[in-house]
């Protein structure tokens, strides 16, 4: 996921999709990045250093959050919605699926069915 996708139109993160699609998007594309680069984030993640206080995960979790509240989620709801979503996307649960028997399509699957869900669920008010 490029930065500059996010404000691009055409793009499928672009400002041009509606926030939930562009969300679920953002996820797909994590979700890509973290498969095709397991040793390399695995590393990372597993650095001792704290993954929420990151750079890169500040700022994914700052785009999912104003996307949420975009599609109507309330600011907090929206600040905890963002790290659950992320959440699913720890290399090591990843790893975990993966050595359990579930295939990268059945991950990208439920990644994808769980997040259209928690979005199209009635918000708060």
């Known amino acids: 996921m490029r930065r500059e996708d996010l404000h691009r139109a ?3 993160i672009g400002p041009d999709v509606p926030a ?3 969300v679920v998007s953002i996820l797909e594309q994590l979700l890509n990045f973290k498969l095709e680069n397991p040793g ?3 590393a990372r993640e597993m650095s001792g250093t704290s993954l929420l206080a990151a750079p890169h ?3 994914v979790h700052t785009v999912l959050r104003d996307l949420l509240e975009q ?3 309330r600011a907090q709801s929206a ?3 963002a790290h659950l979503l992320l959440g699913g996307l ?3 649960l990843i790893a975990t699926l993966k050595a359990s028997g579930c295939s990268e399509a059945d991950i990208r699957h439920a990644l994808v069915s769980t997040a259209r869900r928690i979005l199209t669920m009635p918000t708060d008010t």
Do not use: I, K, N
């Open 79 to 81: 600040e905890y919605t």
């Open 10 to 12: 055409g793009s499928p």
């Open 57 to 59: 995960y500040v700022w």
């Open 71 to 73: 599609a109507g989620f």
């Open 90 to 92: 720890q290399v090591e």
């Open 20 to 22: 939930a699609d562009r």
């Open 40 to 42: 390399l984030l695995a």
